[in-house]
């Protein structure tokens, strides 16, 4: 299934999307509830690669909303946002659409390791979601959140578990636990009864937090 946007893009759902949904909401009461009231939604996969890993380096520790006005800033600075055209406009530019000094460095690091091909996206397809992270967070500026959000937008992997993501973790909190605090253990736990469709259990308590859907 795919929806057309106004541009002509078109929005692809994962395949595995449907089975994923049917599953989690027939397992878990609370899930079934989360998914009915978001409605039809899933990640958008857009732009590619390189473009998906400037977003994440946006969007690393702040939030949905502050991310997006940052890129909207950045894409006016540098259009096609290719690595030569980041390179090109220059750290000075990134910093005055309110990117942080850091991840300024981040971005252009990005932008040099692609354009010397230390990176090959097109074998990325046949790792596993372990490799990729391993192979990504060798990049400087690229933890392990950076790479799970990767697999979560741009390769549309079916079972991330992003056990650093504030989201994540603030949504389980309000769901399952009444909004108190919760360990890595006990969202481990809780989520063995998603497996195999952890994406899609965390894109739905991420949906219960925000009408904004999440982009990278």
């Not at 520790?61 to 006016?76: C, G, H, M, Y």
């Not at 600075?77 to 390179?87: G, H």
């Not at 990049?139 to 799970?148: F, L, N, V």
């Amino acid at each position: 299934m795919s929806k057309v946007l106004q541009s002509g893009m078109t929005e692809q759902m994962p395949p595995y999307w449907k089975e994923a949904v049917q599953e989690l909401a027939r397992r878990d009461r609370i899930m079934k509830k989360l998914i009915t009231a978001a409605g039809e939604s899933y990640p958008v996969k857009r732009g590619e690669p390189f473009k998906t890993l400037i977003r994440s380096i946006i969007g690393q520790q702040i939030s949905v909303k502050a991310a997006e006005s940052i890129w909207l800033r950045f894409k006016e600075a540098c259009p096609t946002c290719s690595p030569v055209a980041v390179i090109k406009t220059g750290a000075e530019k990134f910093l005055a659409c309110g990117l942080s000094k850091r991840k300024t460095e981040y971005v252009m690091d990005l932008a040099s390791n692609f354009r010397k091909k230390n990176v090959h996206p097109e074998k990325w397809v046949d790792m596993s979601n372990e490799e990729i992270i391993a192979d990504l967070t060798r990049i400087r500026g690229i933890g392990r959140w950076t790479a799970e959000m990767f697999l979560i937008f741009n390769l549309h992997r079916p079972n991330v578990l992003p056990l650093d993501d504030a989201g994540l973790i603030k949504g389980i909190s309000t769901a399952y636990f009444s909004g108190e605090p919760v360990t890595r253990m006990e969202v481990r736990e809780l989520a063995s009864n998603w497996q195999p469709w952890c994406t899609v259990a965390t894109w739905y308590l991420w949906r219960s937090l925000t009408a904004i859907p999440v982009e990278y």
